[in-house]
């Protein structure tokens, strides 16, 4: 590829790339690190971006705890506890990629976390009807007491046990997209809108943070639109998209246009609180310009995704 112009991609990691705990999160970037790189070599500029749902929700666990325990300490905001997330997520991940890019030798790449502002809309009205789940997984005995205990909002999420959910309002700007935007250009791997940004609403020059946690795939998917990216990935726990999940009709898709795509949403195919906003977000980027590809798969099969070997390709239009 040394004569073409590199390919611009936006890699949405999901959880299972970060695992659940700080070991696990320490052992899951190295792997995560590993497939990164891997596209970098097979000659792409890639951005990084990432959701936080375990993580943010145990650090919101733990400044509750802080705060029951010492009646001077208010309640941390939940938009502090995705700055929190973004940061400790973003050392363990850099210090990854960049240990990963000097075992192979290659020493001109910095990489940089960039603590990221996304602003919502105040009137969203997501904020009337909280879905967002964060948090760990619990029984439904677990999640009864969190509702009596915090008045935590608790929702079964497609059938892996209860989270607590909170409002998840739609992106509407990337507050930091000039810096992340000169980051880029100047060949940083970067790492930005972790956990789908620091949600904030505008009150004149003052940017004010929103109870909220915004979707990191469609944080990512206005990401890549702002960086005039050619790919944006997806990444999940399942290599393909299916219709009829789980079903004894279950198909998997290597290819989808984006007509079908909208077709098998409104038909209820795709689980709301896991796939549903990854092929909404992949049909929004795929019909924000011509020429742009989604692409939905595991961390793994990343590299052979964007090579055309697996992985769902959601395209504009229809495929013939």
Not at 28 to 37: D, E, H, L, N, S
Not at 205 to 216: E, F, P, Q, T, W
Not at 277 to 292: I, Y
Request: hydrophobic share 40%; proline share 5%; net charge negative.
């Amino acid at each position: 590829m040394e004569n073409k112009k590199k390919k611009r991609i936006v890699i949405a990691l999901g959880g299972n790339a970060l695992g659940n705990t700080l070991p696990e999160q320490m052992k899951a970037v190295k792997i995560t690190a590993k497939a990164i790189v891997d596209l970098i070599q097979e000659g792409c500029e890639v951005i990084v971006a990432h959701g936080n749902g375990p993580q943010v929700g145990m650090i919101n666990n733990a400044m509750a705890a802080l705060s029951r325990e010492d009646a001077n300490q208010p309640n941390t905001p939940l938009s502090v506890c995705v700055a929190m997330s973004q940061a400790y997520i973003g050392y363990d991940l850099q210090n990854a990629l960049r240990e990963e890019l000097y075992n192979r030798d290659i020493y001109d790449i910095p990489v940089a976390t960039m603590i990221t502002q996304v602003r919502v809309d105040a009137d969203d009205p997501a904020f009337e009807t909280p879905s967002k789940p964060i948090g760990h997984f619990m029984t439904k005995e677990q999640a009864q007491a969190a509702e009596e205990k915090y008045g935590y909002i608790m929702k079964e999420d497609a059938g892996r046990g209860y989270r607590r959910v909170v409002a998840s309002p739609k992106p509407a700007e990337i507050v930091e997209i000039g810096a992340i935007r000169s980051l880029v250009n100047s060949g940083q791997l970067v790492i930005a809108c972790g956990g789908g940004g620091i949600p904030v609403t505008r009150q004149g020059n003052h940017l004010r943070g929103a109870s909220a946690v915004i979707d990191k795939d469609f944080a990512s998917e206005l990401l890549a639109e702002n960086l005039d990216a050619d790919f944006l990935i997806i990444l999940t726990a399942v290599e393909k998209v299916a219709i009829h999940f789980g079903k004894p009709e279950e198909k998997w898709l290597d290819e989808l246009d984006t007509e079908e795509a909208r077709k098998y949403i409104k038909e209820g195919h795709f689980a709301p609180g896991s796939m549903l906003p990854k092929v909404q977000a992949a049909v929004k980027f795929a019909e924000s310009k011509p020429g742009r590809t989604a692409l939905i798969t595991l961390l793994e099969k990343a590299k052979d995704g964007i090579t055309g070997k697996t992985g769902t390709h959601i395209h504009l239009g229809q495929i013939n």
